[in-house]
Protein backbone atom coordinates (compact mmCIF):
# COMPACT_ATOMS: atom_id res chain seq x y z
CA UNK A 1 0.00 0.00 0.00
CA UNK A 2 3.00 3.13 0.86
CA UNK A 3 4.32 2.33 -3.67
CA UNK A 4 0.48 2.90 -4.01
CA UNK A 5 0.53 6.00 -1.85
CA UNK A 6 3.27 7.04 -2.77
CA UNK A 7 1.96 7.07 -6.59
CA UNK A 8 -0.78 8.65 -5.46
CA UNK A 9 0.83 11.72 -4.13
CA UNK A 10 2.64 11.77 -7.42
CA UNK A 11 -0.42 11.63 -9.73
CA UNK A 12 -2.22 13.61 -7.84
CA UNK A 13 0.39 16.60 -7.33
CA UNK A 14 0.51 16.37 -11.18
CA UNK A 15 -3.15 16.45 -11.68
CA UNK A 16 -3.54 19.80 -9.67
CA UNK A 17 -0.55 21.63 -11.81
CA UNK A 18 -2.30 20.51 -14.45
CA UNK A 19 -5.35 22.17 -13.49
CA UNK A 20 -3.99 26.05 -13.55
CA UNK A 21 -5.63 26.54 -17.42
CA UNK A 22 -8.62 24.59 -16.61
CA UNK A 23 -11.94 27.42 -16.40
CA UNK A 24 -12.51 26.24 -13.01
CA UNK A 25 -9.02 25.47 -11.37
CA UNK A 26 -10.28 27.01 -7.60
CA UNK A 27 -12.69 23.80 -7.62
CA UNK A 28 -10.18 21.27 -8.63
CA UNK A 29 -7.02 22.14 -7.58
CA UNK A 30 -8.00 21.96 -3.64
CA UNK A 31 -9.67 18.66 -4.88
CA UNK A 32 -7.09 17.26 -6.60
CA UNK A 33 -4.13 18.79 -3.28
CA UNK A 34 -6.79 16.90 -0.85
CA UNK A 35 -5.89 13.85 -2.57
CA UNK A 36 -2.33 14.43 -2.43
CA UNK A 37 -2.73 15.17 0.94
CA UNK A 38 -4.62 11.93 1.86
CA UNK A 39 -2.28 9.79 -0.30
CA UNK A 40 0.80 11.50 1.79
CA UNK A 41 -0.87 10.40 4.82
CA UNK A 42 -1.63 7.22 3.63
CA UNK A 43 2.02 6.96 3.16
CA UNK A 44 3.17 7.69 6.49
CA UNK A 45 0.69 4.97 7.60
CA UNK A 46 -1.75 7.40 9.09
CA UNK A 47 -5.20 6.81 8.34
CA UNK A 48 -8.38 8.68 8.68
CA UNK A 49 -10.97 6.32 7.96
CA UNK A 50 -13.44 8.95 8.37
CA UNK A 51 -12.47 11.26 6.55
CA UNK A 52 -11.65 8.71 3.59
CA UNK A 53 -15.25 7.37 4.07
CA UNK A 54 -16.72 10.85 3.28
CA UNK A 55 -14.47 12.43 1.24
CA UNK A 56 -14.67 8.96 -1.21
CA UNK A 57 -18.24 9.22 -0.95
CA UNK A 58 -18.56 12.99 -2.10
CA UNK A 59 -15.74 11.72 -5.04
CA UNK A 60 -18.37 8.90 -5.93
CA UNK A 61 -21.27 11.12 -6.13
CA UNK A 62 -19.78 13.78 -7.72
CA UNK A 63 -18.21 11.29 -10.55
CA UNK A 64 -21.57 9.45 -11.05
CA UNK A 65 -22.68 13.17 -11.35
CA UNK A 66 -20.82 14.57 -14.01
CA UNK A 67 -20.12 11.22 -16.13
CA UNK A 68 -21.13 11.55 -19.62
CA UNK A 69 -24.71 10.72 -20.92
CA UNK A 70 -23.52 9.00 -24.32
CA UNK A 71 -19.83 7.55 -23.00
CA UNK A 72 -19.84 6.46 -26.98
CA UNK A 73 -20.38 10.59 -28.09
CA UNK A 74 -17.53 10.97 -25.33
CA UNK A 75 -14.98 8.80 -26.63
CA UNK A 76 -15.47 9.63 -30.16
CA UNK A 77 -14.98 13.48 -29.13
CA UNK A 78 -11.67 12.67 -27.64
CA UNK A 79 -10.15 10.30 -30.58
CA UNK A 80 -11.59 13.16 -32.93
CA UNK A 81 -9.94 15.69 -31.24
CA UNK A 82 -5.98 16.09 -32.20
CA UNK A 83 -4.96 18.15 -29.06
CA UNK A 84 -5.35 17.81 -25.20
CA UNK A 85 -7.59 20.84 -25.22
CA UNK A 86 -11.42 21.13 -24.32
CA UNK A 87 -13.44 21.81 -27.52
CA UNK A 88 -16.49 21.31 -25.39
CA UNK A 89 -18.10 21.33 -21.97
CA UNK A 90 -19.14 18.15 -22.26
CA UNK A 91 -16.04 17.15 -22.93
CA UNK A 92 -14.73 18.64 -19.72
CA UNK A 93 -17.64 17.38 -17.49
CA UNK A 94 -16.47 13.96 -18.77
CA UNK A 95 -12.76 14.36 -17.76
CA UNK A 96 -13.58 16.01 -14.48
CA UNK A 97 -15.91 12.92 -14.07
CA UNK A 98 -12.57 10.54 -14.47
CA UNK A 99 -10.63 12.59 -12.41
CA UNK A 100 -12.88 12.18 -9.56
CA UNK A 101 -13.22 8.45 -10.09
CA UNK A 102 -9.58 8.01 -9.73
CA UNK A 103 -9.79 10.22 -6.56
CA UNK A 104 -12.47 7.78 -5.32
CA UNK A 105 -10.67 4.72 -6.41
CA UNK A 106 -7.34 5.48 -3.68
CA UNK A 107 -9.69 7.00 -1.45
CA UNK A 108 -12.01 3.94 -1.06
CA UNK A 109 -8.33 1.23 -1.31
CA UNK A 110 -7.16 3.80 1.49
CA UNK A 111 -10.06 2.74 3.46
CA UNK A 112 -10.48 -0.55 2.98
CA UNK A 113 -7.01 -1.33 3.97
CA UNK A 114 -7.01 0.95 6.51
CA UNK A 115 -10.15 -1.66 8.14
CA UNK A 116 -7.77 -4.80 7.45
CA UNK A 117 -4.73 -4.15 7.70
CA UNK A 118 -2.97 -5.67 11.25
CA UNK A 119 -1.77 -2.85 13.00
CA UNK A 120 -4.22 0.40 14.30
CA UNK A 121 -3.94 3.11 13.04
CA UNK A 122 -3.39 6.02 15.44
CA UNK A 123 -5.91 8.30 13.77
CA UNK A 124 -9.66 7.49 13.26
Known sequence: MKYLALFGVIIFLLFAAVQINDPDPYIWIPVYLFAAVMSFLAFRG???????????????IFSIYTFPPSLYNWVMDEINNTSLTMKTPSMEEARESLGSLVCFIFMASYFF????????SKYY
Open 46 to 60: KYIKWLLFVSGIAYL
Open 113 to 120: YSLFRKRP
